[in-house]
């Protein structure tokens, strides 16, 4: 059986080399051991989804962990900003940040700083940046840019790799119909002097910009903006929408929905797989292992890291029943019905 193992893996080896994320591009990033998982987690997810079940089990090469849950914008689909947000409120201890990189930093390639709530609030986050960065682990987080201006020098300095900024909306009318209680003069202040330094002294700058109604018609204008900032990409996604369907564009490449009987459904078929059950997972300020970032009230809790490794909430009966779960019955999980994985219709376009 071993024998099988290796064949599978060496046959899928140069398929996965030639469709490799940006981030593995790296080699400091990269050791044998993490590619080695890489693939096998690639792998496994391939043979699970056809209903095989017998490759070695891989741990996530890819995770998110939630610096805050709070936010100092009010965006109307955003549990946090709507104050819909049920857990507590509240920052990771900087310790039990350690505790997890000192325990994943062999299997880790990327690690993702946001889940719910603005990172730059927490007063530490460049630490967190420089210590995955120290640990060889690609780094990336997503700002609404408010407070970016003053802390951009010590972001840079940290390591991080990527910075995603949104900006949904060219002008505050059209900005601040979805960015609530923000000025989107700070996000342009911050994007001024992100011009003004090299691409080699500065992380990877994407601007993600969330297609509404509202904004749709700015699309054409977007190029514009990449080349007058010097930005490297811009994502043009799609939106999620939970409460307010007149939110969501005319044009129907920009929505993942469609309208049946008045309410909203995912366009595409929900296919019983998920990817990410193998290859990441989203950790809460408070410890709290989730399957991933749509489970923003984290309801489907697998274990918390201050009671048990990592690997024994990752490897739990929990979470193989949650995943099986995902491949016989996704529809019956209630996040993972509004859930863009495994979709025909991609959510982002780049340019
Ligand atoms: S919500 Fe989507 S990404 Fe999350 S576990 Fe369900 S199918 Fe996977």
């Not at 691409?199 to 910009?209: N, S, V």
């Not at 984290?298 to 009966?317: C, D, H, L, P, Q």
Request: net charge positive; hydrophobic share 30%; glycine share 2%.
């Amino acid at each position: 059986m071993q024998q099988l193992d290796n064949l599978f893996v060496a046959l899928m080896f140069y398929i996965y080399i030639c469709s490799m994320p940006f981030y593995l591009n790296n080699t400091k990033y990269l050791s044998l051991y993490k590619l080695y998982n890489y693939l096998k987690s690639k792998t496994y997810f391939i043979f699970k989804k056809n209903g095989f079940n017998f490759l070695p089990y891989p741990l996530p090469y890819s995770l998110a962990i939630e610096p805050v849950n709070f936010c100092n914008l009010k965006c109307p689909e955003c549990p946090t900003g709507t104050d819909k947000l049920t857990r507590e409120k509240g920052y990771m201890d900087f310790e039990l940040f350690k505790k997890n990189i000192d325990e994943q930093k062999s299997n880790l390639i990327c690690l993702i700083l946001h889940f719910q709530g603005e990172p730059l609030l927490h007063e530490n986050i460049c630490d967190f940046i420089s210590y995955a960065n120290k640990n060889n682990i690609y780094t990336m987080f997503s700002t609404n840019a408010q407070l970016l201006d003053s802390q951009f020098d010590d972001i840079c300095k940290s390591g991080l790799d990527k910075l995603i900024i949104s900006l949904d909306g060219l002008n505050q009318e059209t900005y601040g119909k979805y960015r609530q209680n923000a000025d989107i003069s700070q996000v342009y202040k911050a994007l001024s002097k992100i011009k003004n330094y090299k691409k080699t002294q500065r992380p990877q700058i994407e601007l993600q910009f969330l297609v509404f109604k509202h904004n749709e018609h700015e699309v054409k204008e977007l190029k514009t903006v990449k080349s007058k900032y010097n930005i490297d990409k811009i994502a043009i996604k799609t939106a999620q929408i939970y409460n307010s369907p007149e939110l969501v564009p005319e044009n129907e490449n920009y929505s993942r929905y469609k309208k049946e009987n008045g309410r909203l459904t995912i366009k595409s078929e929900l296919k019983n797989s998920c990817r990410r059950m193998f290859s990441s997972a989203v950790i809460t300020w408070d410890g709290y292992v989730v399957p991933c970032c749509f489970d923003k009230n984290a309801e489907f809790t697998m274990g918390n890291i201050k009671e048990n490794s990592f690997r024994e909430v990752w490897k739990s009966k929990k979470y193989s029943e949650f995943r099986k779960k995902i491949f016989t019955d996704r529809k019956s999980i209630k996040i993972c019905r509004n859930c863009t994985e495994n979709l025909k219709q991609k959510s982002i376009r780049y340019i």
